[in-house]
Protein backbone atom coordinates (compact mmCIF):
# COMPACT_ATOMS: atom_id res chain seq x y z
CA UNK A 1 0.00 0.00 0.00
CA UNK A 2 3.31 1.84 0.72
CA UNK A 3 3.75 4.16 -2.98
CA UNK A 4 6.39 6.45 -3.88
CA UNK A 5 6.16 6.93 -7.98
CA UNK A 6 9.09 9.38 -9.24
CA UNK A 7 8.47 10.90 -12.77
CA UNK A 8 9.81 13.53 -14.79
CA UNK A 9 13.31 11.75 -15.92
CA UNK A 10 14.55 11.46 -19.40
CA UNK A 11 17.15 12.70 -21.69
CA UNK A 12 18.40 16.33 -21.48
CA UNK A 13 21.57 18.07 -22.96
CA UNK A 14 24.31 19.33 -20.85
CA UNK A 15 23.10 22.64 -19.24
CA UNK A 16 20.17 21.92 -19.35
CA UNK A 17 17.19 21.61 -16.69
CA UNK A 18 15.03 19.19 -15.54
CA UNK A 19 12.47 18.66 -12.52
CA UNK A 20 11.49 15.42 -10.84
CA UNK A 21 8.36 14.77 -8.90
CA UNK A 22 7.74 11.93 -6.00
CA UNK A 23 4.09 11.16 -5.49
CA UNK A 24 3.43 9.54 -2.23
CA UNK A 25 0.63 7.26 -0.81
CA UNK A 26 0.25 4.68 1.90
CA UNK A 27 2.14 6.41 5.22
CA UNK A 28 2.23 9.51 7.24
CA UNK A 29 3.80 11.91 4.59
CA UNK A 30 4.33 14.80 6.65
CA UNK A 31 5.78 13.09 9.57
CA UNK A 32 8.99 11.49 7.16
CA UNK A 33 11.73 13.59 6.14
CA UNK A 34 12.41 13.29 2.00
CA UNK A 35 15.18 12.89 0.16
CA UNK A 36 16.16 12.26 -3.54
CA UNK A 37 19.28 9.41 -3.73
CA UNK A 38 21.41 8.65 -7.34
CA UNK A 39 22.65 5.37 -8.35
CA UNK A 40 24.98 5.63 -11.54
CA UNK A 41 26.29 2.64 -13.64
CA UNK A 42 29.57 0.92 -11.28
CA UNK A 43 28.87 3.36 -8.59
CA UNK A 44 27.46 3.17 -5.42
CA UNK A 45 24.06 4.99 -4.66
CA UNK A 46 24.46 8.40 -3.16
CA UNK A 47 22.17 11.23 -1.40
CA UNK A 48 22.30 14.23 -3.48
CA UNK A 49 19.53 16.12 -1.43
CA UNK A 50 17.50 15.79 1.61
CA UNK A 51 14.42 17.92 3.25
CA UNK A 52 12.60 17.94 6.91
CA UNK A 53 9.03 17.30 7.68
CA UNK A 54 8.18 20.82 7.13
CA UNK A 55 10.22 21.78 4.50
CA UNK A 56 12.29 24.55 6.75
CA UNK A 57 15.58 23.21 6.06
CA UNK A 58 17.89 21.28 3.32
CA UNK A 59 20.58 19.99 2.38
CA UNK A 60 22.27 18.79 -0.73
CA UNK A 61 25.73 16.92 -1.99
CA UNK A 62 28.67 19.29 -2.36
CA UNK A 63 28.42 18.11 -6.13
CA UNK A 64 24.87 19.58 -6.96
CA UNK A 65 24.77 22.71 -3.92
CA UNK A 66 23.67 25.75 -5.92
CA UNK A 67 22.24 23.97 -9.40
CA UNK A 68 19.74 21.45 -7.60
CA UNK A 69 16.85 22.27 -5.92
CA UNK A 70 14.70 20.35 -3.14
CA UNK A 71 11.49 21.11 -2.27
CA UNK A 72 7.69 19.20 -1.02
CA UNK A 73 4.24 20.08 -0.53
CA UNK A 74 2.50 17.86 2.26
CA UNK A 75 -0.70 18.74 0.56
CA UNK A 76 -0.39 17.11 -2.32
CA UNK A 77 1.94 14.59 -1.18
CA UNK A 78 4.67 15.13 -3.25
CA UNK A 79 8.12 16.17 -3.57
CA UNK A 80 10.02 17.93 -6.09
CA UNK A 81 13.89 18.09 -7.58
CA UNK A 82 14.99 20.82 -9.72
CA UNK A 83 18.17 20.14 -11.27
CA UNK A 84 19.27 22.81 -13.61
CA UNK A 85 22.89 23.09 -15.73
CA UNK A 86 22.85 19.79 -15.81
CA UNK A 87 26.16 17.80 -16.60
CA UNK A 88 26.59 13.92 -18.03
CA UNK A 89 28.25 13.13 -14.56
CA UNK A 90 25.12 13.63 -13.46
CA UNK A 91 23.18 10.88 -15.69
CA UNK A 92 22.12 8.42 -12.60
CA UNK A 93 18.75 6.35 -12.16
CA UNK A 94 17.52 8.89 -9.06
CA UNK A 95 15.35 7.66 -6.33
CA UNK A 96 13.06 9.20 -3.73
CA UNK A 97 13.46 7.98 -0.28
CA UNK A 98 11.31 8.84 2.73
CA UNK A 99 12.91 8.07 6.95
CA UNK A 100 11.16 8.56 10.06
CA UNK A 101 13.26 8.12 13.12
CA UNK A 102 9.87 7.90 15.29
CA UNK A 103 8.09 5.37 13.10
CA UNK A 104 11.57 3.56 12.76
CA UNK A 105 10.96 2.85 8.75
CA UNK A 106 11.65 3.96 5.45
CA UNK A 107 10.44 3.45 2.13
CA UNK A 108 12.25 4.25 -1.70
CA UNK A 109 10.79 4.24 -5.20
CA UNK A 110 11.55 2.55 -7.49
CA UNK A 111 13.95 5.18 -9.86
CA UNK A 112 13.73 7.20 -13.05
CA UNK A 113 16.30 7.54 -15.27
CA UNK A 114 17.95 10.77 -16.14
CA UNK A 115 20.13 10.91 -19.05
CA UNK A 116 22.62 14.23 -19.65
CA UNK A 117 24.27 14.11 -23.19
CA UNK A 118 24.91 15.89 -26.56
Known amino acids: QVHLVESGGGLVQPGGSLKLSCAAS????????LGWERQAPGKERELVAG????????SYSPSVKGRFTISRDNVKRTMYLQMNSLKPKNTAVYFC???????????WGQGIQVTVSS
Open 97 to 107: NAVSAYEDSSY
Open 26 to 33: GFNFSRYA
Open 51 to 58: ITTSGDST
